[in-house]
């Protein structure tokens, strides 16, 4: 398989993440659930589509920036994931559970 | 491959404007966030793929800049903005 190939093989990999993100934050019952399809999903489809980059660029600073941003993106998430979910519970917002209506 | 990321960016967008839905059915605060959050990772992408699709670098730059406002934006809104009373919808009708 070639260097292309596999480029567009994660490249495709990556939208397919980003589309579960999208449907999940979509279809999800409540904020908390929604907080975990976005802040996995969609990182992980956008570390997949930075790998798929990484393969397509032969500069090491456009590389390098490249990672940088992913590693940010991850940072990003996991912080605001985190506060979010923590202000929801203090404002009283209940978890969703399986038994409720959806 | 061009050709690839360019479709590749168009699809992303459509994810975004569909996301939208969500901007518009709330129902809490935070789910509004969400969307802007969505709008941080995968506006980032968008950025990513232009910026290979088109050859210019300084779109790398930009999708930086945009993943550091989301990290803010998201910070700021959960420590200052958003308080408010219980008992208000919390799940979907």
Known sequence: MTTDGISTLLLLVGAVFFFAGTVGLLRFPDVYTRLHALAKADNLGLGFIVLGLLLQTSSPATALKLILIWLLALAASATVGFLIARRARQNGIVPWQSGDRP | ?93
């Open chain 2, 1 to 93: 491959m061009s050709n690839l990321t360019l479709i590749l960016s168009v699809f992303l967008l459509a994810n975004l404007l569909v996301a939208l839905l969500r901007v518009a059915r709330g129902p809490t605060p935070a789910d509004r966030l969400l969307a802007a959050l969505l709008f941080g990772t995968t506006g980032v992408a968008i950025l990513l793929l232009l910026s290979f699709a088109t050859g210019s670098a300084a779109l790398l730059d930009a999708a930086l800049v945009f993943a550091l406002l989301a990290a803010i934006s998201g910070a700021a809104f959960a420590q200052r903005a958003w308080r408010e009373e219980p008992g208000e919808a919390t799940h979907d009708d």
